[in-house]
T-cell receptor
Framework: DSGVTQTPKHLITATGQRVTLRCSPRSGDLSVYWYQQSLDQGLQFLIQYYNGEERAKGNILERFSAQQFPDLHSELNLSSLELGDSALYFC???????????FGEGSRLTVL | GEDVEQSLFLSVREGDSSVINCTYTDSSSTYLYWYKQEPGAGLQLLTYIFSNMDMKQDQRLTVLLNKKDKHLSLRIADTQTGDSAIYFCAEATSGTYKYIFGTGTRLKVLA
């Protein structure tokens, strides 16, 4: 158990819909990272937050947005969903001392 | 640019050594990591190496870093069936907070 909690574990929805993925970082970690893992594209960095503020942005589509709340949990919002958005979405938090990333078990999104 | 490349698949026999390779392009990378992803699970850190080191050994794991060629490798000695997983290398630069992961190498260990 990494200490990072992601919900839901599985989600099936239709094209055009909107979903929200939730992540609670490890106790004491201030940074939250979001990654997308597709079968053919490995692990793609989407966005990172640190103590409520956006810190780094990767290959995140305009249809996607994220935020980190005062209690440090984070949400990733995916809208106008397309078939190609089907993937495993991981959240990770980083240890303040070592920088090691701790990953949640992921949210598997299937868009039909 | 930022790009981390790995071969997609590797198959070895139980008891043999496995060598998983990775190349990266950002010469300013400070930390280089190896993560393991077992089926249905998130990634877990296996080991890491600072960019000022050439080698790091941790039990069955040996990490070699060739900074000149921007090449990182992970050697697993006496590979077991429980080592079957996807292995990701990742690079990070101090102060940028951005970790770049490779495509992952799927290791299959044959009994």
């Amino acid at each position: 158990d990494s200490g990072v909690t992601q919900t839901p574990k599985h989600l099936i929805t239709a094209t055009g819909q909107r979903v929200t993925l939730r992540c609670s970082p490890r106790s004491g970690d201030l940074s939250v990272y979001w990654y997308q893992q597709s079968l053919d594209q490995g692990l793609q960095f989407l966005i990172q937050y640190y103590n409520g503020e956006e810190r780094a942005k990767g290959n995140i589509l305009e249809r996607f947005s994220a935020q980190q709340f005062p209690d440090l949990h984070s949400e990733l919002n995916l809208s106008s969903l397309e078939l190609g958005d089907s993937a495993l979405y991981f959240c990770a938090s980083s240890d303040r001392g070592t920088g090691e990333l701790f990953f949640g078990e992921g949210s598997r999104l299937t868009v039909l | 640019g930022e790009d981390v490349e790995q071969s997609l698949f590797l198959s070895v026999r139980e008891g043999d050594s496995s060598v998983i390779n990775c190349t990266y392009t950002d010469s300013s990378s400070t930390y280089l990591y190896w993560y393991k992803q077992e089926p249905g699970a998130g990634l877990q850190l296996l080991t890491y190496i600072f960019s000022n080191m050439d080698m790091k050994q941790d039990q069955r794991l040996t990490v070699l870093l060739n900074k000149k060629d921007k090449h990182l490798s992970l050697r697993i000695a006496d590979t077991q069936t429980g080592d079957s997983a996807i292995y990701f290398c990742a690079e990070a630069t101090s102060g940028t907070y951005k970790y770049i992961f490779g495509t992952g190498t799927r290791l299959k260990v044959l009994a």
